[in-house]
Structure formats: C-alpha cells, structure tokens
Nanobody, 121 residues
Framework: VQLVESGRGLVQPGGSLRLSCSTS????????MGWIRQAPGKGREGVAA????????YYPISVKGRFTISQDNAKNTLYLHMNSLKPEDTAMYYC????????????????WGQGTQVTVS
C-alpha cells in the first residue's frame, strides 16, 4: 500500500485549497479512506472519511460544511477540498486507509502517507 499526498500550501484566511492523495497497492474503490491532520503541539484529528465503495462520508463538526472529501476511482486518487480556511486549520494533513470500516477514529487506519503541510495565515 502506498499513499502520496500533494497540494501543500500557504493560504490566507477564507481561502481554499485542494489536497490530493495518489494511491496504489490496494483495491481503491472498496476501501475506507480518511484525511487526518496534526497541528503543532496537538494530537491527530480525523477531518474527513469516505467509504469508496458507497461514497458515504464523515466529517467532524469543526470542518463540516467547509471541507469535502471526494474520490476519483479512475485515477485511484483521494481529494480533500478545503474552503473558508481558518488559522486553526493549519496542520500537517495525512491521507490514510486501513480496511472496510469507515469513520474518523484513528484506530481504523494502519496505512498512512507522509503528510502535506497546510498553513493558513
């Protein structure tokens, strides 16, 4: 399993950014996938999850309505569209997968990418 994130950037508050996660080594269209972030000095937080087999999505209240997780099965790629960004969204963002159980709990994920930095300032 290989996960490679891209789309790092510095944006102003209120701006938008799209992160991508290119995947290989597993059946992309039948797996749970998530985006998890870690801000400086804080623990990891699941910010979006999707079950690629059905398209069911999960978001915490902190990002609901601002972030959208999506998939492109033809490209085996996961996306995170982030709008109305706030300084508190500054973090390293990781793409992760683990199996068919989908949600925001970090224990569901045992394969992680290297992360991509998002800075809102």
């Amino acid at each position: 399993v290989q996960l490679v994130e891209s789309g790092r950037g510095l944006v102003q508050p209120g701006g938008s950014l799209r992160l991508s996660c290119s995947t290989s080594g597993f059946t992309f269209d039948d797996y749970a996938m998530g985006w998890i972030r870690q801000a400086p000095g804080k623990g990891r937080e699941g910010v979006a999850a999707i079950y690629t087999g059905s398209g069911s999505t999960y978001y915490p209240i902190s990002v609901k309505g601002r972030f959208t997780i999506s998939q492109d099965n033809a490209k085996n790629t996961l996306y995170l569209h982030m709008n109305s960004l706030k300084p508190e969204d500054t973090a390293m963002y990781y793409c992760a997968t683990g199996g068919q159980s989908c949600g925001l709990t970090l224990d569901l994920y045992n394969y992680w990418g290297q992360g991509t930095q998002v800075t809102v300032s």
